[in-house]
């Protein structure tokens, strides 16, 4: 099982990758955030199991990492941390980091949490999946309303028109866009894009989703679920809403 280590401390470091060795790690140490995001360019090797993730990093907020952590794929994290206050556990928890273990820890459990967030994050595929090659989630959002993102420019273009967002309105957008069907909880939401708990900020995001909506132009595209979240609501495989331009056929 390979294993990405992010710690700062060489001695703590050198300590715990001796240990998960030892029980059959395959363990890459990265002491920065960004030599961390760095180690998830694919190499050849197979992807990373799980991410040891800690927060007090040289070059960048532990947070910030795990946020990218998750814009690039379904990695699980588990943050390792001496940061042991609640709003701590709870926004690292928002942001999506599959469990927060407080250091100091007993290396057993932390063996057990990592097999534990391991088996979670590795559902095997259906046969039939695994035998042609699988629509990203960039795609189906295409197909289904003509919606697609340049993260690159931080541009929106629906069928083609550009929709110009703000700073906030691309990133909640962007959060929705990267799991689109799931329903994505207003506390993670407000975590990533405002990096808040605040739950004042709750109106803003109604705010946002509203003037969303008006510049999409799609106005059943984002869903309220209500009492949890948001999600993107894009089309069953095989099926496609019409464009702007479309006309209903004469009958």
Same mark, same amino acid.
């Given at each position: 099982?390979?294993?990405? *280590? ?14 998960? $060795? ?11 955030g960004n030599e961390a995001l760095d180690a998830l360019v694919p190499d050849g090797r197979g992807p990373y199991r799980v991410v040891l993730l800690d927060l ?12 990218? /952590?998750? !814009?690039?794929?379904? #990695?699980?994290? /588990?943050?390792? $941390?001496?940061?042991?206050? /609640?709003?701590?556990? #709870? ?5 999506? +980091?599959?469990?927060?273990?407080? @250091? ?8 057990? !949490? /990592?097999? +534990?967030?391991?088996? !979670? ?6 046969? +039939? ?6 629509? &990203? ?5 295409? !197909? ?10 931080? @541009?929106? *273009? ?7 967002? &703000?700073? @906030? ?5 962007? *959060?929705?866009?990267?799991?689109? =069907?799931?329903? #994505?909880?207003r506390e993670q939401i407000i975590s990533e894009v405002w990096r808040s708990s605040w739950e004042g900020t709750s109106r803003t995001l109604e705010v946002h989703v509203a003037s969303l909506r008006q510049k999409l132009a799609v106005p059943s595209l984002i869903e309220t679920v209500?009492?949890? =979240?948001?999600? *993107? ?17 004469? =009958?």
């Open positions: 099982m390979r294993l990405l *280590l992010v710690e700062d401390d060489d001695h703590v470091a050198a300590a715990l990758v001796a240990v998960l $060795t030892k029980h059959g790690f395959e363990v890459r140490h990265a002491r920065t007090g990093l040289p070059d960048r907020d532990g947070f910030d990492v795990c946020g990218q /952590i998750r !814009r690039r794929g379904g #990695i699980p994290v /588990i943050m390792v $941390t001496a940061r042991s206050d /609640i709003n701590s556990r #709870i926004h690292g928890l928002n942001l999506g +980091a599959d469990d927060y273990v407080v @250091k100091p820890y007993d290396m057993g459990e932390l063996l057990a !949490r /990592i097999h +534990a967030v391991a088996r !979670r994050g590795a559902a095997p595929q259906p046969v +039939a999946d695994q035998a042609r090659p699988a629509e &990203t989630a960039a795609e189906r959002i295409s !197909r289904s309303c003509g919606l697609r993102l340049d993260p690159a420019a931080r @541009k929106a *273009l629906v069928h083609d028109r550009d929709v110009p967002l &703000t700073r @906030k309105e691309y990133d909640l957008l962007a *959060l929705l866009a990267q799991s689109p =069907g799931v329903v #994505i909880r209500r009492g949890v =979240g948001y999600r *993107l609501v894009v089309e069953p495989a095989g099926e496609r809403r019409p464009g702007p331009s479309a006309a209903p056929a004469a =009958g």
